[in-house]
């Protein structure tokens, strides 16, 4: 679900989207353009300049139109920049998923919209069983819950107490600590863990891209969720397609036998 603009960019992505054999609910704005992103590279520093357009805009209207299909799904996936599209659509689907009990997964996306929308993420949180992102945008999280900066233990013990409170099982957080680790804190059975994985390592010269790297790993890790395996092992799984992603200059990924 969200918008594209009447343009290239978006037909190529509608035309993605069904090569691919997902049911898209897009919305087309004839007067804004597809939501375009710059990235500016400076040896290792990197910097990117979104310019949203229409992904800014999902009118209610639509979102009521499509509420059927919202009703039908099992499982539910968004990322932070759905809070600027439409907040009140976004946590009407979260707050039905959760009376159904049914799992939504949200990843931070980035720290900007943590700390420009935290008080509107807050307000998802108790509906949400799975939280993907980075430890900066889990520090931010937590600095809103706080109110002062945290360690990261604290944080992920912080924004777990405000978790999934409408539905206690299963909930976990997933943060990646850039090229060092990925930390998994986890509450089940009303008991909190928190465990470390190791990434594994890169020669600089092999990597090609990291855009979209967190988006792979979440990936990975949803699809292997969804296919029955256990938290740990999907999220070797999303290391795994990460690792081969950022090694790849076209974005390919290599078949995974998930039996």
């Avoid at 990597?207 to 969720?225: E, P, S």
Wanted: with cysteine.
């Amino acid at each position: 679900m969200g918008s594209i603009g009447n343009d290239r960019y978006g037909k190529k992505l509608k035309e993605k989207i069904k090569k691919d054999g997902i049911l898209d609910c897009l919305y087309t704005h004839q007067n804004l353009h597809t939501g375009v992103c710059a990235v500016l590279l400076n040896e290792d520093n990197r910097c990117l300049v979104p310019n949203l357009g229409a992904a800014c805009v999902y009118p209610d209207s639509l979102a009521n139109a499509q509420w059927n299909m919202v009703e039908r799904t099992e499982r539910y996936y968004s990322t932070s920049y759905f809070l600027e599209t439409n907040y009140r659509a976004l946590k009407r689907a979260a707050d039905y998923a959760a009376s159904k009990g049914r799992p939504v997964y949200f990843n931070l996306g980035a720290q900007k919209w943590v700390t420009r929308y935290a008080e509107e993420l807050l307000s998802i949180l108790p509906s949400v069983r799975g939280i993907i992102g980075n430890t900066e945008e889990v520090l931010e999280l937590s600095k809103h819950i706080a109110g002062e900066e945290t360690d990261i233990e604290t944080a992920l013990q912080l924004i777990s107490a405000k978790q999934c409170s409408k539905q206690k099982q299963g909930q976990f957080i997933i943060a990646t600590n850039s090229s060092k680790s990925t930390i998994i804190a986890e509450l089940r059975n009303k008991k909190f863990t928190i465990a470390e994985l190791p990434t594994q390592k890169i020669p600089k010269e092999q990597i090609k891209t990291t855009n979209g790297a967190g988006d792979t790993l979440a990936g990975g890790l949803l699809g292997g969720l969804i296919t029955g395996l256990d938290l740990t092992q999907s999220l070797k799984l999303g290391q795994q397609l990460a690792f081969h992603y950022i090694q790849s200059s076209d974005g390919s990924l290599p078949a995974v036998d998930l039996k």
